[in-house]
Structure formats: C-alpha cells, structure tokens
C-alpha cells in the first residue's frame, strides 16, 4: 500500500520505503562483519517486525536462521499497556546460539527489556538487539540496541510493520497516524 492509498490517515511521511531498506542494508552489512564465522539466529518479534525482518535478512549474502517470537504489551491502543505476555514462543533451542533480535521499533523500552531479560534467561552465546526505528524521546528504559536504524519522533507512526488495531503494516513507507483515525 503506498501512502497516496491513504494519505487522508497520515500526517507526515518520515521515510520512504527507499530510505528504509537502503538503512537494512547498512545495517546487514553491519551484522554480516560482526558475526563472520559464527551461525547467527535472528529473532523476530512478531508481528511487526515481519517485514524488517524479511528485508534485513534478504540483504545478507549468507546463511541466516530465524525464528520468531510474539509478545504483545499493546492491544489495539496507542500506548503500552506495560503488561507483556508471550503470545508465541520461540521453535528453537537458543542456549549457547549467536542471537539476533529484530524488532521494528523501540519506543518505551519496557517490552524489549523484558524481552531481552527473558532470552539471557535461556543462556544464549550471545544477545543482541537490531531495531529498524527508535523513538529517542520516548525511552523510559535504557536498552542496549547495537544496532540502530532510523529515529523517529514520539508520535503514533504507522507503516513497514507497524500498526494500529492491525491495520496500516502493508504501507510502505513510515508515516505519523493522523489523530483523526484513533481519536
């Protein structure tokens, strides 16, 4: 869906869909190097995260695992609710695994900070964070991302995976949500 499908929704585009992936690839590069001789399983926080993950894992020339993980702590609102809860856990046996997690955004910090905790709970070789997008101004939890893609402001963005009630993940660029649809 491109954002002229629906531009009475949105009130800023951010990031084009061109944007977006030239920063996965930056970002692939960026892991590849990092992880060279070691098998890497990367993580993918579902749902939104689903096509972040796909295109980030699209621009290694290697062999990457995945797997996926779903937690939720939002419901159909625009704020954390602060409760996480496991929705899906993940297939694979992570203990003693180079772990990747992918999330498309990092706002509050609260979810991904449990979410980490959680995993170094089940003794992986080792844990890392890859975001597509982080809220700076939004932070109530300082969490370790090492690898960061592009800022955004504290606003109810939509687009690339993100969502509100499920809908605006297939749009393809990252855009503020015009107050008028969730108010």
Request: hydrophobic share 40%.
């Amino acid at each position: 869906m491109d954002a002229s499908d629906i531009e009475k929704d949105l009130s800023k585009i951010h990031y084009t869909e061109d944007q977006i992936l030239a920063k996965l690839r930056e970002l692939a590069g960026r892991i590849e190097r990092d992880y060279e001789g070691k098998d890497l399983l990367m993580v993918g926080v579902l749902r939104g995260a689903v096509m972040v993950m796909a295109d980030l894992a699209r621009s290694f020339g290697r062999h990457v695992e995945m797997d996926w993980m779903a937690i939720s702590s939002y419901g159909s609102g625009t704020k954390s609710s602060g409760v996480v809860r496991i929705q899906k856990d993940l297939d694979t046996d992570i203990t003693n695994r180079h772990v990747l997690i992918v999330e498309d955004i990092i706002d509050t910090g609260l979810t991904l900070s449990w979410l980490v905790s959680n995993l170094e709970s089940r003794k992986p070789a080792s844990l890392e964070l890859c975001t597509a997008f982080v809220k700076p101004d939004a932070a109530k939890m300082a969490v370790p991302v090492k690898y960061v893609g592009l800022e955004l402001p504290d606003e109810f963005v939509v687009g690339y995976g993100l969502d509100y009630a499920e809908k605006y993940r297939n749009l393809r660029c990252v855009a503020t949500l015009a107050p008028h649809v969730y108010s």
